[in-house]
Structure formats: C-alpha cells, structure tokens
C-alpha cells in the first residue's frame, strides 16, 4: 500500500524558512518520482519541485528557484523540501505526491498518481 503523510507547515514570517517532510512507503520511493504540488485559496494547483527515482534529477517551478531544495533521505524513506526566503506568496497548502513513471531518470511538475492529505503553509509579511 502507497501511503504519502506530509509535515512540517506552520506559520512563518516573510524571509523565514521551512522545511516539509513527506513520509512516504517504501514502494513509493522504489518506483517513482516524487513531486511536491501546492494550491492557494482560489488559484490552480501548481507544480512546485520533484525528483527523480534516481534522485538525480530535479526540477523546480521559475517563482521558487533558487530558494527550495527538494531531497530525499532513502534511510528515512522520506522527501524533504527545504524553503527559504520564503514569500506571501508562498503561502498555500502543500502536497506530497508520487508519480508513476518508467523512466528512473525523469520527473514531471505536471502530475501526481498518489497523493498525501496535505500540510498549510502560512508566511506573513
């Protein structure tokens, strides 16, 4: 069974930092790619960060370059995603999703296949 439980939302001031972790069952590390998607009240879902079932790989949204770091730590069979500086605009709830893909060395901001419940993530200016 592919389980996905985020953590580590909260209420920040602007320029402050997070981190969200995504425990996720071992199946879900093993074959595929992990992506962190966020949605703000009254706006889509956007893809923010993944990686690859190679870890070699990532790929972030242009807003959070430079700012959030996504990893994994397979001892701990969790993602992380690191955010700093972070913005009002970050606000949003965040969610951890696997995405199937054949491919070991690809990852897609586009699409999750399993899905977490979500963390809140609040900045205030």
């Known amino acids: 069974q592919l389980k996905l439980v985020e953590s580590g939302g909260g209420l920040v001031q602007s320029g402050g930092s997070l981190r969200l972790s995504c425990l996720a069952s071992r199946v879900a590390l093993d074959y595929h790619a992990m992506v962190w998607f966020r949605q703000a009240p009254g706006k889509e879902r956007e893809g923010v960060s993944c990686?690859?079932?190679?870890?070699?790989?990532?790929d972030y949204v242009d807003s959070v370059k430079g700012r959030f770091t996504i990893s994994v730590d397979n001892a701990k069979n969790t993602v992380y995603l690191q955010m700093n500086s972070l913005k009002p605009e970050d606000t949003a709830v965040y969610y951890c999703?696997?995405?199937?893909?054949?491919?070991?060395?690809?990852?897609?901001?586009?699409?999750?296949?399993?899905w977490g419940q979500g963390t809140q993530v609040t900045v205030s200016s």
């Open positions: 990686i690859s079932r190679s870890g070699k790989t990532t």
């Open positions: 999703a696997a995405q199937i893909t054949a491919d070991r060395t690809v990852c897609k901001l586009t699409n999750g296949d399993y």
